[in-house]
């Protein structure tokens, strides 16, 4: 048996005695979806450099949306939007798991919605979703769709103010209620299984120091700062590693 079976097997015994998983995801467990990440080559970091000529922290700022809003939408609508992804193994793995009473939460930093398309219920989406918009100037609430189809700038259809996304932007602070939960369900789990997070954005990377049990597993490609936290770090592709544990465990997802 290789190192990588080995540990997948390991994972699945962990997995099966455990009643209380909470997942922490990051755009990696979407790059199986064709959704780029971040801070990977070719991540959405690189190409906003490259478009824009400006730091992708400017860009994605609350300040920059404010001065620039039809670059802020075009770099949306070019960018961050993949209306067509589906979700690959690794969000359904944590669906099924959901589904069968052994995970409680998924604590996302990702705004694309696919845990929820994938059927899980409970999501703590830390960074908010592409898939609700409201408008700044009244709160009317608006689809993705309705953003998308707008010519430039999406405007209300009853005020006229700018329809933006309900995702947090640098600058922006995250939503109490959904902190509070997502610390809650981390606090409550017996195991933390995080996935496709490379743990640099801040706070919401902060929120793993809320586990107080000892099954802290790190599926992620590349080093994270928290690797040394790990009972079991497993550097490999999420969706793969995901389909093989659920085989493991014979669950059905
Ligand atoms: P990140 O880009 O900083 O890190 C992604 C990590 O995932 C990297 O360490 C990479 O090695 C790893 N990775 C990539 N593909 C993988 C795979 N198939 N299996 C396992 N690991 C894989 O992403 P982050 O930590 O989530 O922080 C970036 C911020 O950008 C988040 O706040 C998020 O809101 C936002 N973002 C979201 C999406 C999305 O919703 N899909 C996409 C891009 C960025």
């Known amino acids: 048996m290789d190192e990588l079976e080995e540990k997948i097997e390991r994972l699945a015994s962990m997995i099966s005695e455990s009643k209380r998983i909470v997942a922490f995801t990051g755009a990696g467990v979407s790059t199986e979806s064709n959704i ?14 490259k478009e824009y000529k400006q730091p992708a922290e400017r860009l994605l700022s ?5 001065a620039h809003p039809e670059i802020f939408f075009d770099y949306l609508r070019r960018f961050l939007v993949f209306p067509d992804a589906l979700p ?7 669906a099924a798991l959901e589904r069968i009473g052994k ?3 998924v604590v996302t930093q990702n705004i694309d919605g696919l845990h929820t398309k994938a059927g899980n219920k409970n ?9 609700r ?13 309705f953003v998308l189809s707008a ?3 999406p405007r209300c259809k009853k005020c006229g103010g700018i329809v933006r996304p309900d995702v947090v932007l640098y600058e922006e602070l995250l939503d109490e209620d959904v902190m509070e939960k997502a610390a809650n369900e981390i606090i ?11 743990l640099a954005v801040y706070p919401a990377a902060g929120f793993i120091r809320y586990f107080r049990g000892e099954n802290i597993v790190i599926i992620n490609r590349d080093a994270t700062p928290y690797d040394g936290s790990a009972k079991l770090l497993i550097k490999a592709k999420a969706g793969e590693t995901m389909r093989a544990v659920m085989n493991k465990c014979k669950i059905e997802f």
């Open 188 to 198: 409550n789990a017996d195991m933390l299984l995080i996935m496709g997070t490379s």
């Open 62 to 66: 609350h300040s920059y949306f404010e």
């Open 88 to 94: 690959n193994d690794a969000h359904k793995s944590l």
């Open 36 to 49: 780029p990440d971040f801070r990977s080559s070719k991540g959405v970091y690189e190409s906003i450099q």
């Open 123 to 131: 999501v703590c989406e830390l960074h908010g979703s592409l898939y």
């Open 133 to 145: 918009n409201y408008c700044i100037k009244c709160g009317e609430k608006y689809d993705l769709d």
């Open 151 to 153: 010519k430039d700038i």
């Open 103 to 105: 995970l409680s939460c």
